[in-house]
Protein backbone atom coordinates (compact mmCIF):
# COMPACT_ATOMS: atom_id res chain seq x y z
CA UNK A 1 0.00 0.00 0.00
CA UNK A 2 2.82 2.49 0.48
CA UNK A 3 3.23 2.57 -3.57
CA UNK A 4 0.13 3.36 -3.69
CA UNK A 5 0.00 6.21 -1.04
CA UNK A 6 3.02 7.58 -3.16
CA UNK A 7 1.12 7.90 -5.67
CA UNK A 8 -1.59 9.94 -4.46
CA UNK A 9 -1.08 13.65 -5.07
CA UNK A 10 -2.49 16.34 -2.92
CA UNK A 11 -2.73 19.19 -5.57
CA UNK A 12 -3.23 22.88 -3.88
CA UNK A 13 -4.46 25.47 -6.94
CA UNK A 14 -4.23 28.97 -6.59
CA UNK A 15 -3.55 28.81 -2.38
CA UNK A 16 -3.16 32.77 -1.02
CA UNK A 17 -2.10 32.00 1.90
CA UNK A 18 1.25 30.15 2.17
CA UNK A 19 0.48 29.18 5.89
CA UNK A 20 -2.27 26.77 4.39
CA UNK A 21 0.23 25.56 2.74
CA UNK A 22 2.10 24.45 5.16
CA UNK A 23 -0.92 23.46 6.89
CA UNK A 24 -1.79 21.20 4.66
CA UNK A 25 1.63 19.58 4.12
CA UNK A 26 1.67 18.85 8.10
CA UNK A 27 -1.91 17.61 7.80
CA UNK A 28 -0.93 15.21 4.50
CA UNK A 29 2.33 13.98 6.46
CA UNK A 30 0.32 12.69 9.55
CA UNK A 31 -1.90 10.49 7.25
CA UNK A 32 1.57 8.91 5.09
CA UNK A 33 1.04 11.54 1.94
CA UNK A 34 4.34 12.63 0.37
CA UNK A 35 3.41 14.14 -3.25
CA UNK A 36 2.34 18.09 -2.87
CA UNK A 37 1.87 19.74 -6.08
CA UNK A 38 1.38 23.67 -5.92
CA UNK A 39 -0.24 25.70 -8.94
CA UNK A 40 0.40 29.11 -9.20
CA UNK A 41 1.72 29.44 -5.57
CA UNK A 42 1.82 32.52 -3.36
CA UNK A 43 5.09 35.04 -3.92
CA UNK A 44 7.85 34.45 -1.85
CA UNK A 45 6.51 30.54 -0.57
CA UNK A 46 7.55 28.70 1.40
CA UNK A 47 8.72 31.61 3.72
CA UNK A 48 8.23 31.59 7.19
CA UNK A 49 4.52 31.03 7.65
CA UNK A 50 4.45 27.96 5.55
CA UNK A 51 7.47 26.62 7.81
CA UNK A 52 6.27 27.20 11.00
CA UNK A 53 2.81 25.69 10.68
CA UNK A 54 4.23 22.61 8.69
CA UNK A 55 5.67 21.91 12.24
CA UNK A 56 7.93 19.24 10.74
CA UNK A 57 6.85 18.58 7.32
CA UNK A 58 9.48 20.92 5.89
CA UNK A 59 10.82 18.44 3.77
CA UNK A 60 6.91 17.83 2.04
CA UNK A 61 7.45 21.50 1.24
CA UNK A 62 11.23 21.49 -0.20
CA UNK A 63 9.68 18.84 -2.60
CA UNK A 64 6.06 20.26 -3.53
CA UNK A 65 6.12 20.71 -7.24
CA UNK A 66 5.02 23.88 -8.41
CA UNK A 67 3.16 24.68 -11.84
CA UNK A 68 2.23 27.40 -13.35
CA UNK A 69 -1.08 25.97 -14.89
CA UNK A 70 -3.10 23.00 -13.73
CA UNK A 71 -2.23 20.97 -16.77
CA UNK A 72 1.50 20.00 -15.55
CA UNK A 73 0.02 18.88 -12.40
CA UNK A 74 -2.49 16.36 -13.65
CA UNK A 75 -1.46 15.07 -17.09
CA UNK A 76 0.00 11.62 -16.08
CA UNK A 77 -3.15 11.06 -13.65
CA UNK A 78 -5.74 8.62 -14.94
CA UNK A 79 -8.08 9.80 -11.74
CA UNK A 80 -8.28 13.99 -10.98
CA UNK A 81 -10.91 14.33 -8.20
CA UNK A 82 -11.64 18.01 -7.59
CA UNK A 83 -13.47 18.99 -4.21
CA UNK A 84 -16.20 21.62 -4.22
CA UNK A 85 -18.45 22.56 -1.82
CA UNK A 86 -21.09 24.32 -3.79
CA UNK A 87 -23.42 23.02 -6.94
CA UNK A 88 -22.79 23.32 -10.53
CA UNK A 89 -24.84 24.09 -13.64
CA UNK A 90 -24.00 20.99 -14.79
CA UNK A 91 -23.72 18.21 -12.26
CA UNK A 92 -20.63 15.95 -12.00
CA UNK A 93 -20.23 12.66 -10.55
CA UNK A 94 -20.12 13.25 -6.32
CA UNK A 95 -18.30 10.96 -4.37
CA UNK A 96 -18.13 11.02 -0.65
CA UNK A 97 -15.10 11.06 1.25
CA UNK A 98 -15.16 7.39 2.01
CA UNK A 99 -15.45 6.60 -1.82
CA UNK A 100 -13.00 9.09 -3.27
CA UNK A 101 -10.56 7.48 -0.83
CA UNK A 102 -11.63 3.99 -2.08
CA UNK A 103 -11.26 4.63 -6.12
CA UNK A 104 -7.63 6.75 -5.28
CA UNK A 105 -6.09 3.83 -3.67
CA UNK A 106 -7.73 1.68 -6.47
CA UNK A 107 -6.43 4.04 -9.12
CA UNK A 108 -3.48 4.62 -7.23
CA UNK A 109 -2.44 1.12 -7.86
CA UNK A 110 -1.75 1.47 -11.24
CA UNK A 111 -0.41 5.33 -11.60
CA UNK A 112 -0.44 8.54 -10.53
CA UNK A 113 -3.71 9.93 -8.69
CA UNK A 114 -4.80 13.82 -8.37
CA UNK A 115 -6.63 15.05 -5.91
CA UNK A 116 -7.59 18.90 -6.53
CA UNK A 117 -8.27 21.90 -3.28
CA UNK A 118 -9.39 25.22 -4.72
CA UNK A 119 -8.59 28.91 -3.47
CA UNK A 120 -9.68 29.67 0.05
CA UNK A 121 -12.34 31.80 -1.15
CA UNK A 122 -14.01 30.72 -4.44
CA UNK A 123 -12.94 26.92 -5.00
CA UNK A 124 -12.13 25.31 -8.50
CA UNK A 125 -13.37 27.01 -11.35
CA UNK A 126 -16.01 25.44 -13.74
CA UNK A 127 -12.68 24.94 -15.97
CA UNK A 128 -11.04 23.40 -13.71
CA UNK A 129 -13.79 20.88 -12.36
CA UNK A 130 -13.69 20.30 -15.87
CA UNK A 131 -10.44 18.56 -15.86
CA UNK A 132 -12.00 15.62 -13.17
CA UNK A 133 -13.37 12.53 -13.34
CA UNK A 134 -15.70 13.28 -10.55
CA UNK A 135 -15.80 15.58 -7.38
CA UNK A 136 -15.92 15.23 -3.94
CA UNK A 137 -17.98 16.97 -1.19
CA UNK A 138 -17.70 16.85 2.66
CA UNK A 139 -20.60 17.49 4.26
CA UNK A 140 -20.84 20.12 6.68
CA UNK A 141 -23.20 21.89 9.05
CA UNK A 142 -25.05 23.93 6.52
CA UNK A 143 -25.52 26.80 8.98
CA UNK A 144 -21.85 26.87 8.66
CA UNK A 145 -20.09 25.14 5.69
CA UNK A 146 -16.84 26.93 5.28
CA UNK A 147 -13.76 24.16 5.85
CA UNK A 148 -10.12 25.25 6.13
CA UNK A 149 -8.15 24.38 3.39
CA UNK A 150 -6.13 22.32 5.75
CA UNK A 151 -8.85 20.61 7.29
CA UNK A 152 -10.53 19.82 4.24
CA UNK A 153 -7.10 17.97 3.16
CA UNK A 154 -6.91 16.11 6.38
CA UNK A 155 -10.03 14.73 5.97
CA UNK A 156 -9.65 13.41 2.97
CA UNK A 157 -6.11 12.15 3.91
CA UNK A 158 -7.35 10.64 6.86
CA UNK A 159 -10.36 8.39 4.93
CA UNK A 160 -6.97 7.42 2.73
CA UNK A 161 -5.04 6.60 5.74
CA UNK A 162 -7.71 4.79 7.51
CA UNK A 163 -8.47 2.04 4.62
CA UNK A 164 -4.52 1.34 4.62
CA UNK A 165 -3.64 1.49 8.20
CA UNK A 166 -6.71 -1.31 8.93
CA UNK A 167 -4.91 -3.06 6.15
CA UNK A 168 -8.34 -3.44 4.88
CA UNK A 169 -8.10 -4.78 1.17
CA UNK A 170 -8.70 -2.99 -1.56
CA UNK A 171 -10.73 -4.88 -4.76
CA UNK A 172 -8.70 -4.74 -7.46
CA UNK A 173 -11.66 -3.18 -9.86
CA UNK A 174 -8.96 -1.50 -12.30
CA UNK A 175 -9.22 -2.66 -15.40
CA UNK A 176 -6.33 -4.67 -16.68
CA UNK A 177 -5.34 -2.36 -19.42
CA UNK A 178 -4.01 1.37 -18.11
CA UNK A 179 -6.33 4.16 -18.06
CA UNK A 180 -6.54 6.89 -20.41
CA UNK A 181 -3.78 10.07 -18.79
CA UNK A 182 -5.59 13.44 -18.43
CA UNK A 183 -3.01 14.76 -21.24
CA UNK A 184 -4.68 12.12 -23.53
CA UNK A 185 -8.31 12.98 -22.89
CA UNK A 186 -7.02 16.52 -23.61
CA UNK A 187 -6.01 15.74 -27.21
CA UNK A 188 -9.17 13.53 -27.77
CA UNK A 189 -11.65 16.90 -26.40
CA UNK A 190 -9.68 18.99 -29.22
CA UNK A 191 -10.24 15.89 -31.78
CA UNK A 192 -13.53 15.99 -31.04
CA UNK A 193 -14.19 19.51 -31.04
CA UNK A 194 -12.04 19.81 -34.49
CA UNK A 195 -14.41 16.91 -35.98
CA UNK A 196 -17.57 18.23 -34.55
CA UNK A 197 -17.29 21.68 -36.12
CA UNK A 198 -16.30 19.95 -39.51
CA UNK A 199 -19.41 18.04 -39.71
CA UNK A 200 -21.68 21.11 -38.82
CA UNK A 201 -22.92 19.17 -35.40
CA UNK A 202 -21.04 21.78 -33.27
CA UNK A 203 -21.19 25.68 -33.52
CA UNK A 204 -17.93 27.20 -31.53
CA UNK A 205 -20.00 30.49 -31.92
CA UNK A 206 -23.12 28.96 -30.03
CA UNK A 207 -21.41 25.94 -27.75
CA UNK A 208 -24.32 25.95 -25.27
CA UNK A 209 -22.17 23.44 -22.83
CA UNK A 210 -21.75 20.67 -25.19
CA UNK A 211 -17.87 20.37 -24.96
CA UNK A 212 -18.41 20.10 -20.89
CA UNK A 213 -21.21 18.06 -21.15
CA UNK A 214 -18.89 15.61 -23.24
CA UNK A 215 -16.47 16.23 -20.92
CA UNK A 216 -18.11 14.89 -17.66
CA UNK A 217 -19.21 12.11 -20.10
CA UNK A 218 -15.75 10.98 -20.91
CA UNK A 219 -14.56 11.73 -17.22
CA UNK A 220 -16.91 9.86 -15.46
CA UNK A 221 -16.63 6.98 -18.31
CA UNK A 222 -12.74 6.53 -17.26
CA UNK A 223 -11.72 5.54 -20.66
CA UNK A 224 -9.00 2.93 -20.94
CA UNK A 225 -6.20 3.02 -23.57
CA UNK A 226 -8.31 0.69 -25.86
CA UNK A 227 -11.37 2.49 -25.92
CA UNK A 228 -9.61 5.95 -26.19
CA UNK A 229 -7.66 4.71 -29.08
CA UNK A 230 -11.07 3.22 -30.34
CA UNK A 231 -12.80 6.97 -30.45
CA UNK A 232 -10.10 8.33 -31.79
CA UNK A 233 -9.77 6.04 -34.75
CA UNK A 234 -13.21 6.57 -35.21
CA UNK A 235 -12.74 10.42 -35.64
CA UNK A 236 -9.83 9.78 -37.83
CA UNK A 237 -12.29 7.84 -40.44
CA UNK A 238 -14.46 10.83 -40.18
CA UNK A 239 -11.50 13.42 -40.90
CA UNK A 240 -11.07 11.29 -43.83
CA UNK A 241 -14.46 10.82 -45.35
CA UNK A 242 -15.37 14.63 -44.86
CA UNK A 243 -14.74 16.82 -47.16
CA UNK A 244 -11.67 19.81 -46.29
CA UNK A 245 -13.07 22.96 -45.52
Not at 100 to 128: M, Y
Not at 163 to 169: D, L
Not at 196 to 205: A, E, H, I, Q
Not at 231 to 239: I, K, T
Request: aromatic fraction near 6%; glycine fraction near 6%; hydrophobic fraction near 40%.
Amino acid sequence: MTQNLNNIRIVLVGTTHPGNIGAAARAMKCMGLSSLYLVQPPFGFPGADATARAAGADDLLAAAVSCETLEPAIRDCSLVVGTTARERSIPWPVLTPEQCAKQSLQAAADGPVALLFGRERSGLTNEEIDCCNAVVNIPTDPAFSSLNLAAAVQVLSYEIYKIVSAQQPVADETPKIPLATNEELEYLYEHLQRTMTRVGFYDPVKPRRVIRRLRRLFGRAQLDQNELNILRGFLAAVDEKTPPE
